[in-house]
């Protein structure tokens, strides 16, 4: 099963959530001490992705006007942070100096929000606020 397998997440009975005792849990996504070629290369990744994500999500028709909204303001806040990367691994690379990266997410449980929240989306069966 690929890791985002939606499937097998989609048919709840083929997992036991009864190990999800956590309401906020802590994941560490990316965490070293990097040259500045393979800090790009980490980062720049992340960055494509969910620049992707919200690519996919704004040329969406079934997508609200709100969301797709919210998924053009991320792309262009996801591409302002990209260049600031960018200009950081430069300047890592210019200098010798290495790129030390410190990057946790939170996950919480929480109720589903109302269909009127500002910026949900729809996705798979899964309600997605944010960026």
Known sequence: MEFWDL?????KDQHNFADLTLETENIQLVEGQF????????LI???ND???YHTIKSMNM???NASRNHSLMRIEALQQSKNRILELVVKARKTG???EID??????????????????K???????VGG
């Open 62 to 64: 079934s997508v609200e």
């Open 103 to 120: 990057s946790a997410i939170q996950i919480k449980l929480i109720e589903r929000p109302s269909a009127k929240s500002e910026g949900s």
């Open 50 to 52: 969910k620049i992707r």
């Open 45 to 47: 990744s992340l960055l």
């Open 35 to 42: 040259n500045a070629i393979d800090a790009a290369d980490v």
């Open 122 to 128: 729809q996705d798979y069966g899964f309600t997605s």
């Open 97 to 99: 100096k290495w790129v």
């Open 7 to 11: 499937k097998k997440i989609r048919n």
